[in-house]
């Protein structure tokens, strides 16, 4: 099994973490965990962390723990998304500060979405205030992954994305715009959202409101007019 996890094609790989969650074997724990920190290949990697669901929890959880204190990255992100396979509540003591801020995307934005799923009731507002300490923060991926953890907390994260939309950085302005435009109409996409946010910051929130009631009522004649042109039409039929 070692061997097969550590194989040159990645199918192999696959297919050897198939079998070891199908096993459910507690021998494997060891090097399951140890091939998360190192496997190249995504889907293998998410298949590792199956496996892992697959072995009793009072082994897999203090062994996982561990892995979120390690040096390496992936290691502390891959055993992060772990837990959120596991969904074990018990474990929302371990999602500290510092990995909500850690400097490492991969690892901050798997942070943030095991932290918006395992939460316990009545500490979402504590959790938005911290997380929206990251608006503005990375690529369009990274930005995304913590707008999608906010909304999961619900209408908690209002206030907190208000303030925020105040701020003087015009990045940490727009993505706390764009992020209550989807948590009030989840079918609008990201990135027509934090167009839309950019722009409001940029005109100000005065001006944004002028320009979108004078882009309203710019179709009014136009409707006007053909609604005309067509009484007269008929006026002429007759």
Known sequence: MTNALSAEDSSVRLQAALAAGSSADPAFLETLVERCAVEPDFFVRDMLSWALTRLPPQITLPRIRRELDSEHNQARSQALHTLSKIGDKGTWAWITRDMLRDPDDEVARTAWRVAAALVPEGEEKELAGELVLQLGR?????????????????????????????????AVAAHARATELLRRNPETGFDA?????????????????????????AEAPGTAEAAETAGDGEAADC
């Open 138 to 170: 990375g690529d369009r991926g990274v930005q995304l992954s913590l707008s999608r953890a906010l909304v999961d907390l619900g209408a908690v994260i209002g206030p907190v994305l208000e303030k925020a939309a105040e701020s003087l950085d015009p």
């Open 193 to 217: 959202a934090i167009e839309e946010a950019k722009r409001a910051v940029a005109l100000g929130p005065e001006r944004a409101a002028a320009a979108a009631a004078a882009a309203a009522g």
